[in-house]
């Protein structure tokens, strides 16, 4: 960063799946396995529109929808060790990430729509935990999951960082909406959606490829 360059931020927010770990992929396999156990005849770019970056809540009350009943409590038992065996076996960083981080000369902290467990045992599954720890905000411990933006908010509260001087990177239009509603700029990592499916805004950029991170947001302006 050059002296003579005021940076257009003071801290990064990342969320989680699909852009510091490589996981949606294997969500979807194991989605579309259990919407055909339960009887919903669907395929994975359905399920990737529907639940890539949504919140548990939101998944289940999709469920119902499309099966037309409502699921019995602990329904979901069943298929618990189906996501933990994919992850276990085949759960790799996002491409480029370490990188990414490694160049970054400001804090970063985590916004994810995942529970605490899921969000630990996948960055330890992928050696990245130290690299977040104390810095790990989950929707679990909020009133409303993304698209609301309570969980960037605590991120930016845990970094002790004005939501504005923040850059927030998702891979959801339901996060970028997340991280727009938190008054952050917004990098939509474009990894398993098309710019055009996000939310177009003046303070939204996009993002190709995460090893690009470090020098793509010093070159960063927004209005």
């Known amino acids: ?9 003071d801290a990064v927010v990342f969320d989680c ?14 989605e579309l396995r259990i919407a055909t156990d339960l009887g919903w005849e669907t395929d994975a770019d359905t399920l ?4 890539v970056g949504c919140s548990s809540e939101f998944y289940y009350a999709t469920l119902e929808q499309q099966l037309g009943r ?19 076996e085949r759960l790799q960083p996002i491409p480029g990430i370490e990188q990414a981080l490694d160049g970054l000369a400001v804090p970063f ?12 045992s996948s960055l330890s599954t992928t050696r990245l935990l130290d ?20 969980v960037y908010l605590s991120a930016a509260r845990t970094l002790g960082i004005d939501p504005a001087r923040c850059i927030a990177v998702d891979d959801s239009p339901t996060g970028v909406l997340a991280a727009q509603r938190a008054g952050m700029l917004v990098l939509a990592f474009t990894g398993h959606f098309d710019a055009a ?19 793509v947001i010093e ?3 927004f209005p």
Not at 48 to 51: E, I, P, S, T, Y
């Open 219 to 221: 070159q960063l302006r």
């Open 1 to 9: 960063m050059t002296r003579d360059r005021v940076p257009a931020y």
């Open 70 to 88: 409502k699921l019995e409590p602990g329904w979901d038992a069943k298929y618990a060790g189906w996501l933990d065996e994919a992850f276990a």
């Open 131 to 150: 690299r977040f720890e104390g810095r790990i905000c989950s929707a679990e411990d909020e009133a409303h999951g993304k698209p609301a933006p309570d």
């Open 109 to 120: 902290a985590l916004a994810s729509n995942s529970r605490n467990a899921r969000i630990r």
């Open 197 to 215: 499916d996000f939310p177009q805004h003046e303070r939204v950029r996009f993002l190709d490829d995460m090893r690009d991170l470090p020098r």
């Open 17 to 30: 799946d699909g852009v510091i770990v490589d996981s949606e992929r294997l969500a979807i396999e194991v």
């Open 48 to 51: 990737r529109k529907l639940f």
